[in-house]
Every structure is written in C-alpha cells, then in structure tokens.
C-alpha cells in the first residue's frame, strides 16, 4: 500500500510475474479517513491467516501520525505481538 497525496494504491502481489501489480486506487477528501482506513487496512492484513510478510513501509503513513490524535492497541497473532 502506497500514498500519493490524498489517494491510497493498493497492491496484490503476482505470482507469475514476480512483482506487486496495482489492484486499486482509492481517493479521501479528509485524510482522517484516510489514516483511518489505512490503519485498519493494515490490521487487517496483518491478522490474516494468509498474510505472510508485512513490509515494514505500508505500516507508516506519512506525517499524519503527528496530527492524528489516537493510540495504538497491541495486536498479538500465534502469540507475538505484530
């Protein structure tokens, strides 16, 4: 998952060609929203019993963490914290 401005692009990884391809692009008026789905994207992704690498990058969004006022709540998978 990649920002540019105020859209996401999301990616699906291609077996047969070895690479991440674009699987969508979604624009946000508000980047409250945003950040919103992005950190719930992330979740999500990261508890999914089919994920098997999370790259360190799609964790952070950009600046946002600075203006966006909530907490993180420990997420814990097979026992580790994630």
């Not at 999301?10 to 077996?15: A, F, G, I, V």
């Not at 990261?46 to 600046?63: K, S």
């Amino acid at each position: 998952m990649l920002r540019r401005g105020g859209k996401l692009r999301l990616e699906s990884y291609n077996d047969v060609k070895k690479r991440p391809e674009l699987w969508c692009v979604l624009g946000f008026k508000y980047w409250e929203k945003m950040v919103l789905f992005h950190d719930t994207f992330v979740v999500l992704k990261a508890t999914c019993e089919r994920t098997e690498w999370c790259d360190p990058n799609e964790l952070v969004l950009g600046e946002e963490t600075k203006l966006f006022k909530g907490y993180d709540i420990p997420v814990r998978r097979r026992g580790r914290e994630i």
